[in-house]
């Protein structure tokens, strides 16, 4: 699942439920680590709060 672009459904420490664009880019343990495109910057995320993941597939020139 490596290089994936993905939306993760994440549970924040504030409570709130959010959803993040990424590009997985290694995956070590109960940890991931992405390209967070939102930001344009690697970040680490635990994978005990990602709620749920869902791929993002392009098709042409649009994302499906």
């Known amino acids: 699942m490596r290089k994936q ?7 924040a420490k504030t409570g ?3 959803i993040k ?3 997985i880019i290694k995956v070590v343990g109960d940890l991931f680590q992405a390209f967070y495109f ?4 690697k970040r ?10 869902i791929p993002v597939f392009r098709k042409g020139r649009g994302v499906v």
């Not at 635990?46 to 993941?53: D, G, K, M, P, R």
């Open 5 to 11: 672009l993905i939306k993760a459904i994440i549970y």
């Open 16 to 18: 709130a439920v959010i």
């Open 21 to 23: 664009r990424v590009k």
């Open 38 to 41: 939102a930001i344009q910057a």
């Open 44 to 53: 680490i995320f635990l994978i005990s709060i990602v709620l749920a993941v």
